[in-house]
């Protein structure tokens, strides 16, 4: 069972900047891709940014691409994702989430951090 804890919300005006960080307990941190999800009240949860296990290959939601970057660090086994030119549609509770090689979808879920953008 893989635990991720996340860190790092918080509230911002527009255009300032934030990062998420996301510590797994798992030891084979190596061989899980990992990724953040957000959710804003009354929608759905959706896609924000992923980077695989092996070559650590980015991939964004357009909403995102040019103002987010996901990177991970396997000494320490924590995915990071800074935010910024934040924009008061940023506003959800990201969860970063995990999964396993072979995996369709992600299948280990942190309890989530709000983050709050102000305009």
């Not at 996340?6 to 798992?26: D, I, K, N, Q």
């Not at 980015?58 to 320490?76: E, H, L, M």
């Not at 549609?89 to 979808?105: L, P, W």
Request: glycine share 10%.
């Amino acid at each position: 069972q893989v635990q991720l804890v996340e860190s790092g919300g918080g509230s911002r005006e527009a255009g300032g900047s934030l990062t998420l960080a996301c510590a797994a307990s798992e030891r084979t941190f190596s061989l899980l891709t990992m990724g953040w999800f957000r959710q804003a009240p009354g929608k759905e949860r959706e896609f924000v940014a992923a980077i695989s296990r092996a070559v650590h290959e980015p991939r964004y939601a357009d909403s995102v691409k040019g103002r987010f970057t996901i990177a991970r660090n396997s000494a320490k086994s924590t995915v990071t994702l800074r935010m910024n030119s934040l924009k008061p549609e940023d506003t959800a509770v990201y969860y970063c989430a995990a999964k396993r090689a072979g995996a369709e979808a992600f299948e280990y879920w942190g309890q989530g951090t709000q983050v709050t953008v102000s305009s």
